[in-house]
């Protein structure tokens, strides 16, 4: 696998391609409420083929800072709740279907599960007290956790095609762990996109994709990155390296001009050597998958975060004991 292919963020993936909008691809900047986004929309199947990425949105919405007072909390929470509505609509009509993925026994994968633990779902409230269902603003939500493949046997794709044609809701909504190029993105960017998912791509291990193509209604995947591979991590400490010397060198122009002509090629070999060498080591380093080490508290916080967003999105304003109450709290 080409490492630039070792994440799950489009963002990431477009700057080490260095594309734009000659190529297909657009980028926009803004911020919401404080918050920063960054909107990509690719519009070709050439741009698409060459970041590895289907033609769609991809939002991040940055976390740097959300969880350093209720303030910037609250406003993170907003901020995702409005992307998400652009996408998901605001008609309490249209019915949702919330997928966990990934598995709730081991921390850096548990996003998914953990977020669907703190949902509001509605579906059984509609067809068994409906008097309850419509005393509020409530959309038709359901959520389930298929597992992973090495616990079940089945893949997450084919049960999730397969509940969903007994729900039948209008989008499905797909919540999954992701890997980061950057340690410093590790919990603190969220991934929103409308193109689906292929579970495990950015760690190289590639699932059956989850997308309108194989469920036939609307997949919007969220995500959340918790993990770097060992040799991604490897190559950026590399980089990062590389071009301190390059600053340090900056007053021999013709010296620093030597050593970093063609930089890019310079990446590419030492790529091969670092993953030769973790790969041939005896610990297996090549295989790593690198996380924080307070991750069980890092990702507690992001579930409950990515929760509270899509209560806001999926349901119309409710009150906190009403919340309270949906969630059996």
Do not use: W
């Amino acid at each position: 696998m080409d490492f630039t292919q070792r994440s799950d963020l489009a963002t990431e993936i477009i700057k080490i391609k260095k594309t734009d909008e000659k190529d297909g691809i657009l980028t926009e900047e803004f911020t919401s409420n404080g918050i920063f986004i960054n909107k990509i929309t690719v519009k070709t199947e050439n741009a698409a083929k060459n970041i590895g990425k289907p033609c769609g949105t991809y939002i991040t919405v940055d976390l740097s800072g959300a969880f350093s007072s209720d303030e910037t909390h609250t406003k993170a929470v907003d901020a995702i709740a409005e992307e998400l509505k652009e996408l998901i609509g605001e008609d309490l009509s249209d019915s949702a279907m919330i997928v966990g993925l990934g598995n709730s026994e081991l921390t850096s994968d548990a996003i998914g599960p953990q977020t669907v633990s703190g949902l509001i779902v509605t579906r059984h409230l509609k067809q068994h007290l409906p008097e309850v269902y419509s005393a509020m603003p409530l959309r038709e939500t359901a959520a389930f956790l298929p597992g992973v493949l090495g616990h079940t046997g089945i893949e997450s794709a084919e049960t999730v095609k397969a509940i969903a044609k007994i729900v039948e809701p209008k989008v499905l909504i797909i919540i999954d762990a992701l890997a980061s190029r950057k340690v410093d993105r590790l919990c603190s960017t969220v991934q929103i996109s409308d193109t689906g998912i292929s579970p495990g791509s950015g760690v190289g291990n590639d699932r059956k994709e989850i997308s309108e193509k194989t469920v036939g209604i609307p997949v919007i995947a969220i995500g959340i990155p918790t993990v770097v591979d060992a040799t991604t991590l490897a190559l950026d400490l590399f980089e990062e390296a590389s071009k301190r010397i390059r600053e340090e060198k900056s007053g021999d122009t013709k010296k620093a001009a030597e050593i970093f002509e063609d930089f890019d090629k310079l990446s590419n070999e030492a790529e091969q050597i670092i993953r030769k060498v973790l790969s041939s080591s005896e610990s297996g380093a090549g295989e790593m998958i690198v996380t924080p080490r307070d991750i069980d508290v890092i990702v507690n916080k992001s579930s409950r975060l990515l929760s509270l967003a899509l209560n806001k999105a999926l349901h119309g304003q409710l009150e906190q004991e009403e919340i309270n109450a949906l969630l059996g709290q």
